[in-house]
């Protein structure tokens, strides 16, 4: 179902995937996975590896899952816009929000990922930071965190990216 593919190769604009056709960040624990909907974020060189760089509000339950383990996924799509609003505006502590997106949930390497994935991207967690309110500039808090529900950044080196066949 996926074939694994060198990073260098892909042909994708990183604005066009996180800004415009969003993605999943998901990751696992105790035998249960969970994802939310990401369109902030970031592909880049950090400390001589590949990364990925993800912001995770602190009231999401994916936190949780991102928190208790060395690794996440980060995933792209083709279309499915109107799953991804789903999984971006329902909770897992609610529901099974992967099923109701009709979404079906695979493991790749142990990690999470969808059968609907163009690509999937597993990372190795290099590496957290919480963005204080007290850091940001005025016009930065007023706009995204009037509620002070600020952001963690990760790190995440990508140990691995698999495209879907076919």
Request: one cysteine or more; proline letters at 2%.
């Amino acid at each position: 179902m996926f074939k694994k593919v060198n990073v260098y190769d892909l042909k994708l604009n990183p604005f066009q995937e996180i800004g415009n056709n969003w993605t999943l960040i998901s990751a696992q624990k105790d035998g249960t996975a969970n994802t939310m909907t990401a369109s902030w974020g970031g592909w880049g060189i950090l400390w001589g590896k590949e990364v990925i760089t993800v912001y995770i509000r602190q009231s999401r339950y994916t936190k949780e899952f991102v928190d208790s383990q060395d690794y996440f996924t980060v995933s792209l799509f083709e279309g499915h816009k109107d799953a991804l609003g789903i999984l971006g505006s329902r909770s897992g502590r609610d529901g099974d929000k992967i099923a109701e997106a009709g979404f079906h949930l695979t493991m790749v390497e142990g990690l999470p990922a969808f059968e609907e994935n163009k690509y999937v991207f597993l990372c190795k967690k290099l590496y957290a930071l919480d963005m204080p309110l007290s850091t940001l500039p005025d016009q930065v808090e007023k706009d995204f965190y009037k509620t002070g529900d600020f952001h963690t950044m990760y790190v995440g080196e990508i140990v691995a990216c698999y495209e879907r066949e076919g």
